[in-house]
């Protein structure tokens, strides 16, 4: 009660003196904020309050390391957030001197920073100092300064509007290196702009990998120029019927460089021996049948193959992760390889084997689905769970590492309940509880040291566009972002309940078609945010 009448008089002080001098706003006026109660997700490793305020508003400026163009870039980033959220302009760098605080971004190498994407974020009354290793570091600090700005300007008495940040100190850094999510744009294709607002909001939870599952049965989604036909004939139409899509070499490229940008690594997949129906229309020669298939628009799995013993079909596929590997930057190419049903084992074996080593000539690591932990693979290969922990122990026995993605707990596409719209249930439903209430770090006694990250997979038999993929992806995958980043300690439902609350006016602003969940209280939460209804 004391605090509030003081914070009011000075409150009214200011404002006089602002309304007289025509000048910079002293003290702020704002609701209690507090940086350890906000609702940040990933939660930070660290973080200590100190109770007062930081004003954002049009007098703010930012200001980054001399001739650091990345960390000017990533600057320029958060200026442009900064815009679409309070549509306040804050310059960087400018020469002009700033009357207001300062954002800095600083280059440091002090040791609590250094691996490659810690950050520290540390806000006081005037400033904010945003320090890292790399630019990559100060990338994800700039999502949880985004997270903390308030929806709304919250400063009652100024006669311009102010956005409080809570003051205090976050360090913070992942517990793993690959925090990926998977988009299958080949059962149905999705849009370069869909992708990139994939990208936007996973960006946003600190996710930093995007596999894209760029063949399958029933569609071929990326160009390859000595192969023309795989997109002409492959690419033409989805399950269902639709009339399919890919993307050209130029629209992969537009991709990866806007994932880039956001400090995420495009993992492509072309999946076989299995999976390759739509590649085996485009081409007959590769199944070794004789037979020319028809294009496939229906849902069912492993009933295609490549002929494994023929080299045409090894010069095509090192065709294929020649071009690809080109205009991939990231060091991983997936090979798929999974529900190779109709292959048989010696020849499956051999086949993953050898397409090892074009991976490797192309200077790419391989990912393959679990099922290739059988294979006769070296350590630089990685498994990716998503079934057979027998097959993934087979590869942890090699000293491969393992990408967690067990189906029955971080399936994007399993169905919430038996009300869902869209998705499947072959692996369980997974409500919103269920798909945050489980550790990667403990599951089927896979050692944690073998363990590179987590990946959550869409894939999309059931969804035709945006909207549909959001219902799906949102809101588990933003837990699974927090499985990523935040150590087990440190991870609690009941807690990360209400802060997953608090999402929803950033899905809302975002137009995010995010699924309603009843285990969540979306409008009631403890931080005042309201669900805009403007929108
Ligand atoms: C299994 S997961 C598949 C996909 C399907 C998915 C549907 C995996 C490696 N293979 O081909 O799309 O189930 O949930």
Same mark, same amino acid.
């Given at each position: 009660? +004391?605090?509030?009448?003081?914070?009011?008089?000075?409150?009214?002080?200011?404002?006089?003196?602002?309304?007289?001098?025509?000048?910079?706003?002293?003290?702020?006026?704002?609701?209690?904020?507090?940086?350890?109660?906000?609702?940040?997700?990933?939660?930070?490793?660290?973080?200590?309050? =100190?109770?007062?305020?930081?004003?954002?508003?049009?007098?703010?400026?930012?200001?980054?390391?001399?001739?650091?163009?990345?960390?000017?870039?990533?600057?320029?980033?958060?200026?442009?957030?900064?815009?679409?959220?309070?549509?306040?302009?804050?310059?960087?760098?400018? =020469?002009?001197?700033? /009357?207001?605080?300062?954002?800095?971004?600083?280059?440091?190498?002090?040791?609590?920073?250094?691996?490659?994407?810690?950050?520290?974020?540390?806000?006081?009354?005037?400033?904010?100092?945003?320090?890292?290793?790399? %630019?990559?570091?100060?990338?994800?600090?700039?999502?949880?300064?985004?997270?903390?700005?308030?929806?709304?300007?919250?400063?009652?008495?100024?006669?311009?509007?102010?956005?409080?940040?809570?003051?205090?100190?976050?360090?913070?850094?992942?517990?793993?290196?690959?925090?990926?999510?998977?988009?299958?744009?080949?059962?149905?294709?999705?849009?370069?702009?869909?992708?990139?607002?994939?990208?936007?909001?996973?960006?946003?939870?600190?996710?930093?990998?995007?596999?894209?599952?760029?063949?399958?049965?029933?569609?071929?989604?990326?160009?390859?120029?000595?192969?023309?036909?795989?997109?002409?004939?492959?690419?033409?139409?989805?399950?269902?019927?639709?009339?399919?899509?890919?993307?050209?070499?130029?629209?992969?490229?537009?991709?990866? %460089?806007?994932?880039?940008?956001?400090?995420?690594?495009?993992?492509?997949?072309?999946?076989?021996?299995?999976?390759?129906?739509?590649?085996?229309?485009?081409?007959?020669?590769?199944?070794?049948?004789?037979?020319?298939?028809?294009?496939?628009?229906?849902?069912?799995?492993?009933?295609?193959?490549?002929?494994?013993?023929?080299?045409?079909?090894?010069?095509?596929?090192?065709?294929?992760?020649?071009?690809? %590997?080109?205009?991939?930057?990231?060091?991983?190419?997936?090979?798929?390889?999974?529900?190779?049903?109709?292959?048989?084992?010696?020849?499956?074996?051999?086949?993953? +084997?050898?397409?090892?080593? *074009?991976?490797?000539?192309?200077?790419?690591?391989?990912?393959?689905?679990?099922?290739?932990?059988?294979?006769?693979?070296?350590?630089?290969?990685?498994?990716?769970?998503?079934?057979?922990?027998?097959?993934? +122990?087979?590869? *942890?026995?090699?000293?491969?590492?393992?990408?967690?993605?067990?189906?029955?707990?971080?399936?994007?596409?399993?169905?919430?309940?038996?009300?869902?719209?869209?998705?499947?249930?072959?692996?369980?439903?997974?409500?919103?509880?269920?798909?945050?209430?489980?550790?990667?770090?403990?599951?089927?006694?896979?050692? /944690?040291?073998?363990?590179?990250?987590?990946?959550?997979?869409?894939?999309?038999?059931?969804?035709?566009?945006?909207?549909?993929?959001?219902?799906?992806?949102?809101?588990?995958?933003?837990?699974?972002?927090?499985?990523?980043?935040?150590?087990?300690?440190?991870?609690?439902?009941?807690?990360?309940?209400?802060?997953?609350?608090?999402?929803?006016?950033?899905?809302?602003?975002?137009?995010?078609?995010?699924?309603?969940?009843?285990?969540?209280?979306?409008?009631?939460?403890?931080?005042?945010?309201?669900?805009?209804?403007?929108?």
């Amino acid at each position: 009660m +004391k605090a509030n009448v003081v914070n009011f008089s000075l409150g009214v002080i200011s404002f006089l003196l602002l309304v007289s001098c025509g000048e910079k706003k002293r003290e702020l006026n704002f609701p209690e904020t507090n940086l350890e109660t906000t609702a940040f997700i990933p939660k930070p490793l660290q973080v200590t309050a =100190t109770k007062d305020g930081f004003a954002l508003d049009q007098f703010t400026a930012i200001s980054t390391a001399k001739n650091n163009s990345e960390f000017e870039a990533v600057a320029s980033f958060l200026a442009e957030k900064i815009k679409g959220k309070t549509n306040l302009n804050i310059p960087v760098n400018s =020469t002009i001197e700033n /009357k207001g605080g300062t954002i800095y971004f600083k280059h440091s190498t002090d040791e609590n920073l250094n691996t490659k994407e810690a950050y520290r974020l540390a806000i006081s009354k005037d400033s904010v100092i945003l320090s890292a290793n790399t %630019s990559e570091g100060a990338f994800r600090g700039v999502q949880t300064f985004r997270q903390l700005i308030p929806e709304k300007a919250n400063d009652t008495l100024a006669s311009y509007p102010i956005w409080t940040l809570p003051t205090g100190t976050i360090v913070d850094r992942p517990i793993y290196e690959y925090r990926g999510a998977m988009l299958d744009v080949a059962r149905h294709f999705f849009s370069v702009q869909d992708v990139k607002k994939y990208i936007d909001l996973l960006a946003y939870y600190k996710y930093n990998v995007l596999h894209l599952h760029l063949s399958d049965d029933q569609g071929w989604r990326i160009e390859i120029k000595s192969w023309p036909k795989l997109t002409e004939i492959g690419g033409s139409t989805e399950v269902g019927g639709g009339p399919g899509g890919f993307y050209t070499q130029d629209d992969y490229k537009e991709i990866v %460089s806007y994932a880039a940008k956001h400090y995420m690594t495009i993992v492509p997949e072309i999946d076989m021996p299995g999976h390759t129906n739509a590649a085996s229309v485009s081409y007959p020669i590769l199944n070794g049948n004789g037979k020319t298939p028809k294009l496939y628009t229906g849902m069912r799995v492993g009933f295609s193959t490549l002929d494994t013993r023929k080299d045409t079909v090894y010069q095509f596929i090192d065709d294929v992760v020649r071009e690809i %590997s080109a205009i991939t930057p990231g060091p991983y190419f997936h090979i798929g390889g999974d529900e190779s049903d109709v292959t048989k084992k010696e020849d499956y074996l051999y086949f993953v +084997k050898r397409v090892e080593q *074009i991976v490797q000539k192309h200077n790419k690591r391989l990912i393959g689905w679990d099922e290739v932990g059988q294979a006769d693979l070296s350590a630089t290969s990685i498994s990716q769970f998503w079934r057979h922990a027998d097959f993934v +122990k087979q590869a *942890i026995d090699k000293k491969m590492k393992v990408i967690m993605s067990p189906a029955n707990k971080a399936y994007l596409d399993m169905k919430y309940d038996s009300l869902s719209k869209h998705g499947l249930k072959w692996a369980g439903f997974i409500p919103v509880d269920a798909g945050y209430q489980w550790h990667p770090e403990d599951y089927e006694d896979i050692p /944690k040291e073998s363990i590179l990250g987590i990946e959550a997979p869409l894939w999309s038999e059931t969804i035709t566009n945006s909207n549909e993929l959001e219902y799906l992806a949102f809101p588990r995958a933003i837990g699974y972002a927090e499985l990523g980043w935040t150590p087990k300690e440190n991870r609690n439902w009941e807690d990360y309940k209400i802060r997953l609350a608090n999402q929803s006016a950033y899905l809302e602003r975002m137009k995010v078609n995010y699924y309603n969940s009843p285990l969540i209280d979306w409008k009631k939460n403890d931080f005042g945010i309201e669900k805009l209804k403007d929108l």
